[in-house]
């Protein structure tokens, strides 16, 4: 047997599995998109991708001092499933890192940023974690199977994508490549500088929230009205993924809610310190999902089955026993 004939069984083998890993794909960002959003984490963009037939087996392919860097090319290649997950600020890279640990069995977790730093030294800043899915509720589909999830801010990604396109699709002369790794190296920086500027802007605003919201003149709360109010009432919260202040707004109208200032009232009649310790929070969970678990602890099974609630009836469920569970 030829010394590429491994490799060319396992392209053949590779062709005939990706319809079933596009599938998975889909599965996989639809999964991400419903953690992050139960969680109320805010984020930018969840996307997905499955390698190419012609990306496989030119990694397959490669080498390194002569032999094979892909001994057992299915199994070592672990980017066969890719999800990216775009944030604003880099503090919720972390909180998304989190909560994937609650929920995925994480196999490997890089923070390049991180390595980059500690060699003192800009550039490529991305967190990339290996994870596999558990036969848990919500996503048996997916158990055993692998995708590698990057994670990085807004402001990292478009350094990302820039660089990429310079390196790989266009051409540098070598006399400029001295001065364009430089200014690779000064925009990396600087991106470190902006993400800590736009973490500590909402940090400043989330401290100096006012803690009421001028009248609408809907006759019903809107999102921004809505979002406002939150700010004030949960200034400890993270900000949360701008649609879904409209969303729960519309709930609020389900319930009959139709001013803040009866959203106030309501919400004295509960204790927030209960909630947070019945719920476990190990991410710093967003303003709309600390709303959304006072009102399900206030209405209990008439706020789970509400209309806009249908496609998450049994991750209400779960989160209402937490609440209804006598404490030890």
């Known amino acids: 047997m030829s010394e590429q004939e491994p490799v060319r069984e396992a392209v053949r083998s590779y062709a005939a599995r990706q319809p079933q890993l596009v599938a998975a794909t889909g599965a ?11 969680a109320g984490i805010d984020y930018l963009s969840v996307t997905g991708r499955t390698k190419s037939v012609a990306s496989f087996a030119a990694k397959a392919n490669r080498t390194e001092g002569g032999e094979p860097l892909y001994r057992d090319p ?20 972390a909180a998304v890192a989190e909560l994937l640990d609650d929920e995925l069995t994480i196999l ?49 990604h478009a350094w990302a994508e820039f660089e990429h396109d310079i390196r790989y699709k266009g051409s540098v002369p070598e006399d400029a490549a001295a001065d364009l790794d430089r200014r690779f190296t000064l925009a990396a920086g600087l991106i470190e ?15 100096a929230a006012p803690g009421s919201t001028p009248e609408a003149e809907a006759d019903h709360i809107v999102g921004q009205e809505l979002a406002t109010f939150l700010a004030g009432h949960y200034s400890d919260a993270g900000w949360s993924h701008t649609d ?20 106030a009232d309501l919400l004295t009649s509960v204790d927030a310190d209960a909630v947070i310790r019945r719920m476990g929070y190990r991410y710093p969970a967003g303003a709309v999902r600390r709303l959304d678990d006072a009102l ?15 496609h998450r009836v049994p991750l209400l469920r779960a989160r209402l026993e937490k609440l209804t569970t006598p404490e030890t």
């Open 28 to 38: 996989w960002v639809t999964l991400v998109r419903t953690l992050l959003d139960d």
């Open 74 to 93: 299915l199994e070592q290649i672990t980017d066969q499933i890719g999800v990216r997950v775009i944030t604003y600020v880099h503090s919720d890279v």
């Open 108 to 156: 490997d977790d890089r923070d390049l940023g991180e390595e980059m730093a500690r060699s003192g030294r800009f550039g490529y800043a991305s967190r990339h974690l290996l994870v596999r899915g558990d036969d848990g509720e919500g996503h048996q589909e997916l158990a055993g199977e692998r995708a590698s999830i990057q994670l990085r801010t807004v402001l990292q």
């Open 193 to 207: 500088l902006a993400d800590r500027e736009f973490s500590t802007i909402r940090r400043r605003i989330q401290v």
């Open 244 to 263: 879904h202040y409209d969303w729960i707004a519309g709930l609020l109208a389900q319930l009959g809610i139709d001013t803040v200032d009866d959203l």
């Open 296 to 310: 399900l602890a206030i209405f209990g099974e008439q706020y789970v089955t509400l209309e806009g609630n249908n």
